[in-house]
């Protein structure tokens, strides 16, 4: 059929005008579509001449401290202490202005106010304790069966002691093994039913100023915080402040906080040299000061304690004014150096030997003395039943005596001994008697109660009381909860409570499901919440 008769039947008229129709649509919004890409994809006109950035593909750039700290960050633990209000409880740090046997002089009471110069730097220690509170502190792995080094100011009078591992979110109960106040020292032992990586431990007699240290700590509460420095420069206790008499110190500028209290100082090598431990600051936070006790005298005083259970210390039973005013007084006699004795236990090492007030200590094994505080940390390292050559000055005249060296701890026994010997933290307040071992005290609701919490007839059981510091009181149950199940089972008597603590083992999770007034005092508005956590292993 000719084209022009295939056109003037009706329905092919019809078709093709719809055919028409449509392609000229496609093309038109083809059209449109493309002018507005164009118009999205022009350039910015205000950077015309910009060139567009492009990422480049992920490749770590390693150094010396990204390898370190990937090795010995799964050692450093976070640490958490937890603290009830107690009548009459004060911190058992020596207050008094005058240490006797070693002549250790403790900063007078204001130099120990938060607003001194110089702090120990536990998170939170410095704000006033509510009824309850928490610190965070940080401590290092020494052994793989859980053993642990940290400060003993994070521990402190601690009712419960939580311990935190690199990328673990279980908190292990801290068990204080001992601790030592004189070098703020405390060894703590965790269950974690695993083999631990302990740190490398370093000679800290090797460092100099201006050796690269990095500090790895929990600063504020923020785990597995690395920061780098100097050593800036080693300071011994007479140089500041506060510090015990067998404190010495390197001092850093790398950055230290609150909470990094306990943790390692280490070196480029990555072992440990140092245990941070106080901080020189107006504002409470860094300020380019920071002090570590050295790695060498952390380890004794570790070793000793696992050994013997305590710190075990040289003493010759005498006692010395520090000061400036000793060196005054030494010049006046001709001398440069020495040790004025001040006072001397008749029943000690020395006074057994015939050393006497006033004698002036001028040399120990034929070594010169230059100060108390060198004396001091000589004979505190002899061993117990050792004897020393001392030469004294006596009235101008040289005289030698042999003296034992004795257990500091016996010969000040009635002075120093609750000091040196190991303590157990202080035991709660808690009632010795409990209801429940969740820590609280439960009863049955009213049908009143229930109407206004919105929940069934016979389902629940009203907590009227929550022990501080117990299991209910650490997942944040409060008086006035109604409990409707545990661990998915219905509660609806005071007996479902007790049937399912007995069935809980303890370190097992526990999920409580519960109902709390959101707005205490006014017309309950019920809130619905799901409290959970490990029953500790008590």
Known sequence: MPFPKYLKQPKLLSFGLLLITLLSGILIGTVINTGVRAEHQAPNPAARDATPLSIPQAVPIANEFTKLTKRVEPSVVYIESDYLAKPGRQSARRNENFDEDNGDEPAPKQQRDPSDM???????????????SEGSGTGFIVDRNGYIITNYHVVENADKIKVRLAGDDIDYKGHVIGFDKETDVAVLKIDARKPLTP?????????????????????FGLQATVTAGIVSAQRTARDLPGAGAFQNFLQTDAAIN???????LLNIRGEVIGVNTMIATHSGSYEGIGFALPSNQAVKVYNDIIREGRVVRGSFGIQWSPGGSQADTLQAFGLDHGVLVDSVNPTGPAGKAGMKPDDIIVSMNHEPVKDGQELV????????????????????KRLDLKVAVADRSVVWKDRLESEDRPEAPAPSSRPTTRPAKFGITIMRLTDRERRDLQIADKT??????????????????AEGDAI??????????TEDVTRAQASIKPGQPVAVHIVRNSTPGKTPEPQRLYLSGRLPED
């Open 118 to 132: 110089f702090k120990k730097f536990f998170g939170n220690e410095e704000q006033p304790r509510s009824f309850r």
């Open 199 to 219: 740190v490398e431990i370093g000679n800290s007699d090797s460092v100099q100023v201006g050796d690269w240290v990095i500090a790895i700590g929990s600063p």
């Open 258 to 264: 609150p909470g990094n209290s306990g943790g390692p």
């Open 377 to 396: 940390t000589k004979v505190a390292d002899m061993p117990i039943g050792s004897v020393a050559l001392v030469t004294v000055d006596r009235d101008g």
């Open 460 to 477: 629940g059981v009203k907590v009227v009381a929550v022990d501080p510091g117990s299991f209910a009181d650490d997942i944040g149950m």
């Open 484 to 493: 409707l199940s545990i661990n998915r089972q219905p509660v609806t008597s």
